[in-house]
Nanobody
């Protein structure tokens, strides 16, 4: 069992940056692959980025690669999402998710994740 708490959301102007953090409870954070998802009003939840247990493997939804960076610090039980050059269409609730992993895989399907945070709102004004 793991509990996830996101932070770092807020209101930012287009072109600005935000860094989201997700801190997990428990002592086995390094055994979980992690992902960041987002959900805009009226839209389905979608993958933003994912990272393997070690952090060596990452995946980004195509249109976001180059603007967003996922990373993790297993010593701090925390996964990060650095978001640069933000656009109004990035406005959404951002969720952190975790899944138990026995390999170095990166998980890109929403259904692969067992644990979810409560979400943090990111609003980008034009």
């Amino acid at each position: 069992q793991v509990q996830l708490v996101e932070s770092g959301g807020g209101l930012v102007q287009a072109g600005g940056s935000l860094r989201l953090s997700c801190t997990a409870s428990g002592r086995t954070f390094s055994s979980y692959a992690m992902g960041w998802f987002r959900q805009a009003p009226g839209k389905e939840r979608e993958l933003v980025a994912a990272i393997s247990r070690s952090g060596l493997g990452t995946y980004y939804t195509g249109s976001l690669k180059g603007r967003f960076t996922i990373s993790r610090d297993n010593a701090k039980n925390t996964v990060y999402l650095q978001m640069n050059s933000l656009k109004p269409e990035d406005t959404a609730v951002y969720y952190c998710a975790a899944t138990s992993a026995t390999s170095s895989s990166v998980y890109i399907r929403l259904g692969s994740y067992n644990y979810w945070g409560q979400g943090t709102q990111v609003t980008v004004s034009s």
